[in-house]
């Protein structure tokens, strides 16, 4: 099949369960996941590249391993991009981060 004049038909990969949505004249990109017992909502909105989990800056995350999989897709993503936007994140539930029945670290909700 070909396809001619693709290049202004072309429409942006859609993202699954992602909203966008105009918040005072800027665009503001809400996407929630659910895996097991976990949920997580990221709210992508436009500033310096700040980014938080949990109110907590990804730079000072106290778990390395952790830290370091959750910087992978904005080191995928790029500086020039990142450093656009504002990301913060929301996870509750899903303790599999600590193994089996152990408690999280004190202090953590």
């Known amino acids: 099949m070909s396809e001619q004049g693709s290049e202004s038909t072309a ?3 859609s993202v699954p369960n ?3 949505q105009e918040v005072a004249g800027a665009r503001v990109v809400i996407a929630v996941g659910k895996k097991k017992t976990a949920i997580a909502k990221a ?6 590249g700040r980014v938080r989990v ?3 800056p990804i730079e000072i995350w106290p778990i390395e391993m952790a830290r370091m999989r959750m910087m992978e897709p904005l080191l995928l993503a790029g500086k020039e ?6 990301i913060d994140v929301t996870v509750r539930g899903g ?5 089996g029945g152990r408690q999280p670290p004190l202090g953590w909700q």
């Open 81 to 86: 991009l990142t450093s656009k936007v504002d």
């Open 18 to 20: 992602a909203t966008v």
């Open 11 to 13: 429409l942006p990969r």
């Open 43 to 48: 709210v992508v909105r436009p500033g310096i």
């Open 54 to 56: 949990n109110g907590v």
């Open 95 to 99: 303790w599999r981060l600590y193994g």
